[in-house]
């Protein structure tokens, strides 16, 4: 059996699902170790693990992005890793890159499916699924959301081995601060539904069309993340990796192509229908209705029947 | 400070991507490219630093079909230097392979802060930030939304999920992986553009080219897309029709 390794996430003192989604996806693929920087106490909800390694020092209390990556790469330099698993997530990416080049190992991005021998990324905003062959060391950096996080989730009493932390004298990042978000005017996630704009939706100006059909349907505007960077709408709006995880009866899609970092948000809603005018667009993979439709022309003819 | 800014172009999405007969690649003839958007905002990020505390930036690509636009494009909008690192990468080039070039370049041009994209939609093997962090032996931060001066030092903020910024300071040199500027990437007319191109000298720089993928791809399709959505047309009519079906139906409506 080959050895894997987990990097476990954490964020106010609970383990992230991305990590249980790894240590499940693990656990059928060979001997699972996990390793946990900076909150040793989070050993025992790793069950999924055979084994947890712990570092703690005052300098990984919160994540940093250079003395966890210099702590990843001490503890794969001493152990018997054949592959190491890193979420593509904020924190992940601070990771996967530069350990793959640190241990001088091939490094596959984007898992969406992975088999003892091939990993298969998502690319191109989702359009085109790539295998890659993996043998001998490497790292794999999994998109949320790919695997069961159940399947990772056991309790158990794992065998605990705390390592020291490296030398972190030379460490030139150093943490301030969290910013919390300001709360917005209306909670999208408690929302029953959600009509969500994207980059479709063209300008600002048509925002107000998408708020009146949202009105009409009960519901809140939601959006992709390139209205809220473009500033049409705000933060407190945005779905996806970046964003909020929302669970609507009704997700109602405008002009979103389907990218994995929004889908990562939505894809659990109890009914998606997806408007977007090209046939090939990734929303319709985990739409339940779609409509290819100019969404100008459909916004109208939706409302006046509303 | 200098701030260089590699920067790539990627497929354009909007088009149909189809897969070549080898089965392992895009059929790249009648492929159309554009930058990588998070590129795009890591100028934007790179020129509103300069604008605010002075310094110079670089933008820096791979040689590559139709870039010497990108760098046009990049001198209209405010970059002090445009560099092209020549050499044979052909059009699907690794993110490990365009890093080692990217570092090597980089170190010879001298810099305080890498400022590129978070990610691109073709990085099978990696982002592109760290790979050419870690060949610089410097700290590295992705997902950042902005970089700003304190004292000596810079102040990075990085998005976490859920809408959450943490905020960090580092000394330079840093690299960054920028996920979005903090306004929206300035647009430059095209008579600007070709103004640009007049003026300005692409300086050229022998790429390296010992930086490798480290893995193959052994096969590219299309997503079979779960169960796949029920279409209702193109008819905006008809389809509005039966989406107030379905609502009423599932009680929504
Ligand atoms: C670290 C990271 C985190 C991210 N987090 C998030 C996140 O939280 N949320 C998020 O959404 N994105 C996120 N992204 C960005 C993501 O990668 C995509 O860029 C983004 O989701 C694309 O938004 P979009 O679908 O609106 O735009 P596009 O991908 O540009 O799609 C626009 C779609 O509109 C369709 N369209 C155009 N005109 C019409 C019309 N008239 N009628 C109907 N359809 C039309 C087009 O066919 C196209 O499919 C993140 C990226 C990174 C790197």
């Known amino acids: 059996m080959s050895s894997i390794y987990v990097i476990v996430e954490h964020f106010k003192g609970s383990v992230e699902d991305i990590t249980f989604e790894m240590l499940g996806k693990a656990k059928e693929l060979g001997d699972v170790t996990a390793v946990l920087i900076g909150n040793k106490a989070l050993a025992s909800d790793l069950g999924a693990a055979a084994k947890v390694i712990t570092v703690d020092a005052p300098e990984l209390s919160e994540f940093n992005p250079e003395a966890y990556l210099k702590t990843v790469n001490e503890v794969v330099s001493n152990g018997d890793a054949d592959m190491v698993m890193v979420g593509n997530t904020s924190m992940g990416m601070d ?156 997700y109602l899609t405008l002009g979103i192509s389907g990218a994995p970092e929004h889908i990562e948000g939505m894809k659990e809603a109890d009914l998606i229908i997806a408007v ?31 | 400070m200098n701030i260089v800014v590699p920067i790539k172009q990627v497929p354009d999405l909007v088009e149909e991507l189809e897969i070549d007969g080898s089965g392992k690649d895009l059929n790249r003839e009648w492929l159309k490219y554009k930058v990588n958007e998070f590129d795009d905002h890591a100028l934007e990020e790179a020129l509103l630093y300069k604008e605010a505390n002075g310094g110079t930036v670089t933008a820096i690509v791979l040689d590559s079909d139709g870039i010497d636009k990108v760098l046009h494009t990049a001198a209209a909008k405010g970059a002090d230097k445009v560099v092209k690192i020549t050499g044979d990468f052909g059009d699907s080039v690794s993110s490990h392979t365009a890093g080692k070039a990217m570092a090597d370049a980089i170190q010879s041009l001298g810099f305080d802060i890498v400022m590129t994209g978070v990610q691109a939609v073709d990085d099978r093997d990696g982002q592109l930030a760290g790979i050419i962090a870690n060949h610089l032996n410097t700290p590295n931060i992705n997902v950042v939304t902005g970089v700003t001066k304190d004292g000596d030092n810079l102040v990075v903020q990085k998005e976490y999920g859920g809408g959450v910024v943490a905020e960090f300071e580092v000394a330079t040199p840093v690299v960054v992986g920028v996920q979005a500027a903090r306004e929206t990437p300035r647009y ?47 008819d905006a009519e008809a389809a509005a029709a039966k989406i107030i079906e379905i609502l009423k139906e599932k009680g929504i409506k």
């Open chain 2, 188 to 234: 430059i007319p095209v008579a600007k553009i070709r103004k640009a191109s007049r003026g300005i000298n692409i300086e050229e720089i022998a790429g390296s080219m010992d930086g490798s993928a480290g893995s193959d791809v052994s096969r590219m399709f299309k997503p079979e897309g779960g169960q796949g959505a029920e279409m209702l047309g193109d």
């Open chain 1, 276 to 306: 977007n005018t090209d046939p090939n667009a990734p929303i319709f993979d985990y739409a339940h209705y779609g409509c290819t439709a100019d969404l100008f022309d459909l916004i109208p003819a939706l409302s006046s029947k509303l």
């Open chain 1, 95 to 250: 990771i996967a890159a530069g350990l793959s080049v640190a241990q001088n190992i091939p490094l596959v991005a984007y898992a969406s499916q992975m088999q003892a021998d091939s990993v298969t990324s998502q690319l191109y905003g989702g359009k085109v699924n790539v295998e890659s062959a993996v043998s001998g060391k490497c790292v794999v950096s999994v998109l949320p959301g790919s695997f069961p996080a159940d399947a990772g989730r056991a309790d158990g009493a794992p065998a605990v081995e705390e390592m020291a932390a490296p030398d972190f004298s030379g460490v030139k990042v150093k943490f301030r601060k969290l910013i919390e978000p300001e709360g917005g005017d209306v909670d999208i996630t408690t929302q029953d539904v959600l009509v969500s704009a994207g980059r479709g939706i063209q300008s600002d100006e048509n925002i107000p069309l998408v708020e009146e059909l949202a009105a009409k349907l009960g519901g809140a505007v939601s959006c992709s993340r390139p209205i809220v960077d473009n500033k049409w709408l705000g933060k407190t709006r945005q779905v996806g990796k970046s964003g909020l995880k929302v669970k609507p009866k009704l």
